[in-house]
Every structure is written in C-alpha cells, then in structure tokens.
C-alpha cells in the first residue's frame, strides 16, 4: 500500500511539475493554478488537455530542462530546472530506466500516458482544471 501511495505521489509531483515548468505558472492559490496549467498547455482552447497536448508540455520542459541540449537530463540538470521541486531524486531515478545515471527524452516520456491517466480522474481521456486543482489537493 505504502510503495502504491508513495508511486502515486511521485506521478503527480512530477506531472504537476511538468505542466508548471511548461507554462511558466507558479502557485496562484486553491484552484487558479490548475486552471492556468490547463489554458496554457491547451492547444486547441478547449479548455482542457488531451493526452496529446499533456505530451507536448513535457516535450517542452524537457527541452528547457537539457541544459546542455544532448538529448539527455542529468542530475544536476534537474536539479537546476526543479528547484525546490520534492523527491526530485527519486523521480530522476525511476525515470532512468536502463540505469545509466541519465534520462533520455524516450524515458521521460515513457511515464506520460500513466502520468496523465493518474490526473484524469474521471477517465474521459482529458484533463480538467478541476481535476488537476483536485489533484494537487492530495
């Protein structure tokens, strides 16, 4: 119960995080960050995120997170990119898959379709302001 809960926590620091960095939206208060997250990783303006459009924010904080831009994220790139950021380690380390102390675009993303399952909490294959709000509420 404890690894599922603490996986589950992991996945939500690092999608939230993910959508934070991407938009360039910090903590507004009860409810306004999840509503900005969602305006502006929102492509089509339908106020909501499809897995696609979740996909392409995390293209992009992975872009702004390689420093270096050699298609890999090391430690202390995230380090750098997530200040403040909790259990950033932990995060680096189940991302790194083959262990080799990097993270490829390929491993980060590997975690998306699950990260953005664990957000969609009504499972209508979209993510909603309310649903993240809710989320970041845990």
Request: glycine share 12%; hydrophobic share 40%; proline share 1%.
């Amino acid at each position: 119960m404890f690894t599922r809960n603490f996986h589950a926590g992991l996945i939500a620091v690092a999608a939230i995080s993910a959508l934070t960095a991407a938009t360039g939206v910090h903590a507004q208060g009860q409810g306004g960050m999840g509503k900005g997250l969602i305006e502006r990783a929102d492509g089509n303006g339908d106020g909501k995120l499809s897995l696609d459009e979740y996909k392409a924010g995390r293209a992009q904080r992975f872009s702004r997170m390689d420093a270096d831009s050699d298609g890999k994220l090391s430690l202390a790139e995230i380090d750098q990119a997530a200040q403040g950021m909790p259990r950033r380690s932990e995060m680096l380390k189940a991302a790194d898959t083959n262990g080799d102390g990097l993270v490829t675009l390929e491993e980060f993303n590997a975690s998306s379709k699950g990260e953005f399952a664990h957000l969609d909490a009504d499972k209508d294959g979209f993510v909603t302001a309310d649903e993240l709000a809710a989320m970041m509420k845990r």
